[in-house]
C-alpha cells in the first residue's frame, strides 16, 4: 500500500513537470511570435539571432539571468554572441520581456 502510494505520487509529479514542460512552451511560442523575436530567433536553432536553447544553457547559473535578460530584450545589444545587433523592442511590456526571459531560460 505505501510502496504504491510513494509510486503513485511519483507518477502524477513526472505527469506533472512534462505538462508544465509543454505549457511552457506553448506560452513562450505564442510571445515569440506576437513580438516578432522569430524573425531572428529560434527555439532549436541558431538564427541571425542566438538559439534559445544555447542562451538557456549559458545563463543556467546565472540567478539574476531572468532580470538581466529582460532588460536586455527591451533594450537591445550587442557583443554577447557575436557581431550581430539585437535592436530595441521598446514595444515589448515590462510584464511581457521578463516573461520571455524566464521562458527562454526554462528552455532544456
Ligand atoms: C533583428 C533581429 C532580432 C530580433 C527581432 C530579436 N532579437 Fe534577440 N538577439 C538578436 C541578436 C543578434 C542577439 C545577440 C546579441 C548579442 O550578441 O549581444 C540577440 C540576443 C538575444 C538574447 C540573449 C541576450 C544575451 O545578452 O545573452 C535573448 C534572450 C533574446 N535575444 C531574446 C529576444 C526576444 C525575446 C525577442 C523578441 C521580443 C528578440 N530577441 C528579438 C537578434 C534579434
Request: some cysteine; proline content about 4%.
Amino acid at each position: 500500500m505505501r510502496s504504491f502510494t510513494i509510486l503513485f505520487a511519483l507518477v502524477s509529479l513526472l505527469g506533472f513537470a512534462g505538462l508544465a514542460r509543454a505549457d511552457v512552451r506553448e506560452l513562450l511560442t505564442e510571445l515569440l511570435t506576437k513580438h516578432n523575436c522569430t524573425a531572428c530567433h529560434f527555439i532549436d536553432k541558431r538564427k541571425y539571432g542566438p538559439k534559445l536553447k544555447d542562451v538557456a544553457a549559458k545563463y543556467a547559473n546565472d540567478e539574476n539571468a531572468a532580470e538581466k535578460l529582460a532588460a536586455k530584450i527591451k533594450s537591445g545589444g550587442t557583443g554577447v554572441w557575436g557581431q550581430d545587433v539585437m535592436p530595441p523592442q521598446p514595444q515589448v511590456s515590462d510584464a511581457d520581456a521578463l516573461a520571455l526571459a524566464s521562458y527562454v531560460l526554462s528552455l532544456k
